[in-house]
C-alpha cells in the first residue's frame, strides 16, 4: 500500500483532520498565569485592598506586596518547569511507522492524520481508532474497557484508541484521530464527570481552603458588626480590624507554596531523565512502603542471551536444530526471550548442516501469551510444535524432567522447552494432547551492576521488595539473592495461589514470586494495598501494564513497550533502575517539606480563627493590624516556607497529611491565641491606648512565631539555624528601626514592657504543654479513642 502523499497529509491537517491531543502534556503559558493571579484569594485580597483605600489606610496594604511577590514566585518557576517538562516529553513520546509517499516513516502521535496507514507492533498503545488492513495481532482493551482478554484482530476489524498490542502486527488504516476518537471522548467526558485522581496532600489542602472560603466572608461581616456596632470603632478603626482578622485566615502563600514546590521537583526529576505523567504521583513516592519488580529489565538487564540447547533426542538434533529455526522465523519475536532465540539461530542459521533441503509451512500460529506461558506452530504435513515453560507444559509429567531444569534454575538461568504436541492447539484453551520433549533452551541475563546497591538503600529506608515474575520461581529466586534482596528464600509458585485469602496472605509471607500471569500482578497489587500498603511498582512490558495503573505509583522503563510507558505514573528516560533512589528520595524531600510549610502557615490561620471567635462574644477589640501581620508572617512563615522546602529530607512519610499538619499547627496556634488575648485582657483593664496593645500583642505573635519555626526548623543544622537566626535578626531589625514608621508600633513605657516580657517568657511553657496536650491527644486518637 501507498499510503498518504505529502499533499494530503498537508491537507488534512488544515482541516483538523490531525490526531492532537484534547489535553496538552502540560500547562500552557496563558493557564499559569492565570492559575496564578486570577484565584479565590487574590480576589479577597482585591477587595480588601479597595476597603482600606476606601478609608484612607493606605499603609495597611502592605500585605498587596506578598501577593504579587507570591504570584511572581509562582509564574516565573512552574514557567522553568514547563520547559525542563516540555523538552524532555518532546523526546520520550512515541513514534510510530507510517507509510507516506510509498515509504515508512517514523511520526510522534499528535503528527498523524485521518485515513494515514500505520504498521503496529507488540507493545505498542493505539494512539487513534483505526481499522485493520493487512495482518493479525492480539490486542488488549482492558485499559479502555475493562475487559482483560486478548482480543484478535483480523483485516477489516476495529482498533480502539487507548488499547494495546499484547502479540503480532499489522497495518492499520486511521479512522477517527484528535477529539474524535475513543479514547479522547472517554477523556473529554472523565473532565465533565469531575473524575480524576487527586493525592491526600492535595484533597486535604483543597479541604482546608475550601472551609476558609466558606467562613471568610460571614465570619468578616460578623466580626465588622461586632467591632463598629458593640465596640463603637469608628468605621475606619473596625475596617482596619477586620482586615487584619481576614489577611490572618488567608493562607496566601501554602497553596503556592505547594505548587511551586511539586513543579520544582518535577524540573529536578526532569533533569535527572524522568517523565513525569501525573504530578500527584511525586507525593504517592514519598509514602511507599512496598516495591514490586520485575525480574528482567529491573535486577537484570534487559538483553537476554541463549546460552545452551540441550537436545533431549540427540538422534534428531539435526531436525531439532532446524525446527527451532523454522519455528522462531514463523513467529513475531514480541518479546525479549523470542529476540534472543531468533538472534541466537540467526548466528548458527549459516553453519547448520542438513541433508536434504526440508520444506516448512505454517498453518496455524498461536503467539506467546503471559497468561498461558506457551506459544504454538502447525506446520502443514508435519505436526504441531509448543514452547513455553516446562512445569506449564508438562504437567503431570514435569517430575520426569524436573531434575534438568531445577539444575539451570538454581544458577538463575530461564529454561524454555520445545516440544511435538499430539492435536490441534487452540489460543487461550489448555494444552490436553499428549507432549514430546524434543529440547530444552537455556537462557540467561545479567543482574545489573548497581543492583545489590539501589536494594540495600530501599531496605534501609523501610520498603520491602517483591519480586514479581513470569519465570520460574527457583531461578528467580536465586537472582533475587545474587542481587542482596533481603528475604529472597521466600519464594513461592504464583500457581498455587487460587483464592483471595491465598493472595492476601502469600504477599506478606514471600518476596519471590514465579510463574506469574498479569492478572496476578494486578491480584498482588491489591492485595498489598488491602492490607494498607502503599505500594510503587517497575515495569517495562505489556505484561506489567495493568498492574502499573493498578498500583499507586507505576514507574516504567523508557526502553520498555509504549503501552507500558503511557500507563506508568513515572517513565525513567535511561531505564536504569538505580536511578530510583534518587526518584523515591526527591518525592520524600518535596512532600516532607510541604507538610513542615503547611503547618507554619495553618499556625497563622488556627490563631486568626480563634481568635476572632473568641472576640465575637468578648468584649474585646481586635489587637493587630494587617501590616503587622504581614511583616509577622514574612519573617516567620512566608520566607522560611520557600527556603525549608529545598532542605534534603529523606525520611518517610508517616500518617495522614492533614492530621500531621494540625497535630504540629495547633500548638503554635492556639498559644498565640492565649499569649494575645493575656495582652488584650491586660490592656483593657490598665486601660492602656489601642497602640499599646497593637504594639504587645504584634511583638507577642512575632516571638511566638519564632518560637514555632524553631520548633519546625528542629533538628537544627548550620543551615536550618542560619535560617531560623536570620528570620529573627530581621524581624527584630523590622520592629527596632522601622516600628514607629511602618508598623505603627509605639514606644513601650519600663511597666509596659515588663509586662510584654511576662507574656512573651510564660509563651515557651505555654508552648511546650500545648504541644504535649496535643501530642496526648493525638495518641489517644490513634489507639481510637473517642
Known sequence: MKGLTGEQVEKREKSGLQNLPVEAPSKTFRQIIAENIFTFFNFIFVVLAFCLILVGR?????????????????????????REVDKLSLLSAARYTVIRDEEEVLCPSDGLVQDD??????????????????????????????????????????????????????????????????????????????VGKKSEMMKALDKIL???????????????????????????????????????????????????????????????????????????????????????????????RVTQVVCLDTDRSSFITELLQTYHRELEPDNETARAIRRYYGEKQDGVENEAEIEWKAVKKIPF??????????????????????????????????????????????????AAYEGEPEEGKPL????????????????????????????????????????????????AQQAGIAGARQFVDARNLETEEDILHAVEQYTVFGRVTPEQKRQFIKALQKNGHTVAMTGDGVNDVLALKDADCGIAMASGSDAACHAAHLVLMDSDFSALPEVVAEGRQVINNIQRAAALFLVKNIFSFALTVVLLFAPLTYPLTPIQLTMIGGFTIGIPSFLLALEPNRDMI?????????????????????????????????????EVMNTMAGITVGFVGLLVLAGVCQPFDRKRFAIWATMAVFLTANILFLGQWLYSLVVLRFRQFIILLIIMGASVPCLVLMRKGVEAAAGYWRKGGK
Not at 66 to 82: D, E, M, P
Not at 218 to 233: N, V
Not at 385 to 408: F, H, I, N, Q, R
Request: proline share 3%; glycine share 8%; net charge neutral.
Open 654 to 690: 508517616q500518617g495522614r497529611f492533614i492530621f500531621n499538619v494540625m497535630k504540629k499547627a495547633l500548638p503554635g496556634g492556639l498559644t498565640n491565641v492565649a499569649a494575645v488575648l493575656a495582652v488584650s485582657i491586660i490592656c483593657e483593664v490598665m486601660g492602656y491606648p489601642v
Open 369 to 418: 501469551q503471559s497468561k498461558t506461558k506457551w506459544s504454538a506452530v502447525v506446520f502443514e504435513g508435519r505436526g504441531a510444535y509448543v514452547m513455553g515453560a516446562p512445569e506449564v507444559l508438562l504437567g503431570e509429567d514435569y517430575p520426569e524432567l524436573s531434575g534438568w531444569v531445577s539444575d539451570y534454575a538454581k544458577r538463575g538461568e530461564r529454561v524454555i522447552l520445545a
Open 58 to 82: 493606605y499603609r495597611q496594604m502592605l500585605f498587596l506586596i506578598a501577593v504579587i511577590v507570591n504570584a511572581v514566585i509562582g509564574i516565573v518557576q512552574q514557567l522553568r518547569s514547563k
Open 210 to 304: 475550601h472551609v476558609i472560603a466558606i467562613l471568610l466572608i460571614p465570619m468578616g461581616l460578623l466580626l465588622f458588626w461586632k467591632q463598629h456596632w458593640i465596640m463603637e470603632l469608628d468605621i475606619s478603626e473596625a475596617t482596619v480590624a477586620v482586615i487584619a482578622a481576614l489577611v490572618g485566615m488567608i493562607p496566601e502563600g501554602l497553596y503556592l507554596l505547594t505548587s511551586v514546590a511539586l513543579a520544582l521537583s518535577v524540573m529536578r526529576l526532569a533533569k535527572q531523565n524522568t517523565v513525569v505523567h501525573e504530578m500527584d504521583c511525586i507525593e504517592t513516592l514519598a509514602r511507599v512502603d512496598v516495591l514490586c519488580v520485575d525480574k528482567t529489565g529491573t535486577i537484570t538487564e534487559p538483553n537476554m
Open 432 to 479: 490436553t494432547g499428549r507432549i514430546h520433549p524434543l529440547a530444552f533452551l537455556v537462557i540467561a541475563n545479567n543482574i545489573r551492576e548497581n543492583a545489590a546497591k539501589t536494594f540495600y538503600f530501599f531496605e534501609k529506608q523501610g520498603v520491602k521488595i517483591k519480586v514479581v515474575s513470569g519465570d520460574n520461581p527457583v531461578a528467580v529466586a536465586k537472582i
Open 117 to 194: 496507514l500505520v504498521i503496529f507492533k507488540a507493545g505498542d498503545q493505539i494512539p487513534a481508532d483505526a481499522v485493520v488492513a493487512e495482518g493479525e495481532a492480539r490486542v488488549s482493551e482492558a485499559l479502555i474497557t475493562g475487559e482483560e482478554d486478548a482480543i484478535c484482530k483480523r483485516p477489516g476489524d476495529e482498533l480502539k484508541s487507548g488499547s494495546f498490542f499484547l502479540s503480532g502486527s499489522c497495518l492499520a488504516r486511521l479512522t477517527h484521530v484528535g477529539a474524535e476518537s475513543y479514547a479522547s471522548k472517554l477523556t473529554v467526558e472523565a473532565r465533565k464527570k469531575g
